[in-house]
């Protein structure tokens, strides 16, 4: 394994889609930015295919131009949240619905070959010497083909990004030394979040999901890393709304109001998927055993 030196120390994340950084550990990010992290994400698709879901957007001329749009969101979202950000180069394969499902469009991120594209993510990788990676668990977070793609290929570059055998093409190896899985969104922080909303006598909007929300003890127990980052969860929230086709400000990602988040649920959550170094559990830290 080739050594990996201290500091400074870099971080990246590996998304779908624009707008995945934004609602998946934005406030963590920004954080580790402050604190002088250098923060990469990297980003497999242009979300060419996704919906627009803010009303306000849901134009001809934006549906138009939706590819370039997006671009121009990510590059809000960057500025925002201080990092750098570069584009894996691949097609959104879309939000197959239907029964039977529709095949994969041909040419899209989840219809090519895994090796292909880990190649193509392992280059990233050795270029930027991350000492730290994150992306999603094996069900993609949610079950978008894209995601759990971007799991798998992720998966597959961590593997291979330290051997000299592998995709040599690609630069020299670098190690990773911990790779993480987002999980921002599951149970305990949305009951959280309920009963601090009826605390406060507000309207709750998370009673209903909930009632139906069967209890899972062995998947939250998956979380293993807890970041405080509330200070910057304003940050995350100005980041979301540079998406402007994908959020609504007057939506559901902002019924619940700022402080309840911050007063509820202070922390961004991982799952300590790989680490090569020795840490203790539960963390707060990404960076546990790495400085």
Not at 77 to 87: C, D, M
Not at 234 to 239: F, G, I, P, S
Request: proline content about 9%; some cysteine.
């Amino acid at each position: 394994m080739p050594s990996t030196a201290p500091g400074p120390f870099r971080l990246m994340h590996v998304h779908a889609h624009p707008d995945d950084e934004s609602s998946k550990g934005a406030a963590s990010t920004a954080k580790y930015v402050a604190d002088g992290v250098e923060v990469l994400v990297v980003t497999c698709t242009g979300g060419e295919r996704g919906s627009i879901l803010n009303p306000n957007m849901d134009r001809p001329d934006v549906l138009a131009n939706l590819a370039d749009i997006r671009r121009e969101e990510m590059d809000r979202a960057r500025e925002i949240l201080g990092i750098s950000q570069v584009w894996l180069g691949y097609v959104d394969s879309g939000y197959p619905e239907g029964d039977p499902l529709p095949p994969l469009p041909e040419g899209s991120f989840a219809a090519r070959p895994v090796d292909e594209e880990a190649a193509k993510l392992v280059a990233v990788m050795r270029s930027f010497k991350p000492h730290v990676v994150t992306t999603y668990d094996e069900t993609g977070g949610y079950p978008h083909p894209d995601h759990i793609r971007c799991h798998e290929v992720t998966v597959a570059a961590w593997e291979a990004v330290g051997s000299d055998s592998a995709y040599p093409e690609a630069g020299a190896p670098w190690q990773p030394l911990k790779l993480y899985y987002h999980h921002s969104f599951h149970r305990a922080r949305t009951l959280a979040l309920h009963d601090e909303m009826i605390r406060r006598g507000l309207e709750s909007p998370y009673a209903e999901r909930l009632a139906e929300w069967k209890r899972d003890p062995a998947w939250d127990a998956r979380v293993t890393t807890r970041v405080p980052c509330a200070e910057y969860f304003a940050v995350r929230d100005k980041a979301l709304l540079a998406h402007a086709t994908q959020i609504d400000p007057e939506g559901p990602w902002f019924v619940c109001p700022l402080e309840v988040h911050q007063a509820a649920w202070p922390t961004e959550d991982y799952e300590l998927a790989r680490s090569l170094v020795e840490t203790e559990l539960p963390e707060s830290d990404l960076f546990a055993g790495v400085r």
